[in-house]
């Protein structure tokens, strides 16, 4: 082999080892660039991790059945952390999101006195004392806890203890729709008196299944109440 022809091959080994590293610290510094998903925060989550709790937990209501249920849940979650862990109630973040039909347990006594048929409609509640469907929201005064299956818990109960209640504006519109029909009334009125007129320790969210994705990207666990 002549002089020129090794000076080639070095030439070529040469270049093919630069190609060769060059080509896999590419691939290196691609893999070291990969990183966990993270979801993307917004300012209209904020609340979720401005609540204060060492623990967090969403429960998920959509049906009548489940909004009864999810009081029963967050009740569950304060005391088994009393008794099993000697922890606070502020050391527990509970968020119960009340959506489609379960919307309807998100408004106080004076809309359902005022609207509680068309509330119910969807409902079919009878109140367990008059026998006939109910003008008061069933869930939320200490005077009507739910015996079965929530043993007597109620909205009031929970507020007390720090609960959250997410309510979902797509239902709440659906809802004043509804009302409006019924009542022949103004649809923008009577959905602003909705909004006004939320159980207390609640916030309108732009929908209940969202509400339920944003808390879970924010460390919540998820409970679905049925």
Known sequence: MNTEERSRRSFATTIGAALAFTLGSRAAGAQGRSTKFQPAKHSQDAWLDALPGRHRTVIDASTVNGGETAMLYAFNMFESNK???????????????????ATSFAFNDAIWAKYGKSLNMPMKLTDPKTKQPPTTNLLLSV??????????????????KGTRFAVCDMATRGAAGSIAMDTKGDFETIYKELVANLIPNSRMVTAGVLAVNRAQEYGFTLLTAL
Do not use: M, Q, W
Request: include cysteine.
């Open 83 to 101: 008794v099993g862990y000697s922890l606070p109630d502020r050391d527990v973040a509970v968020v119960v999101c009340l959506r489609h039909t």
């Open 143 to 160: 005077d009507y806890g739910l015996d079965l299956p929530n043993f007597g818990v109620t909205i009031e109960e929970l507020v007390k």
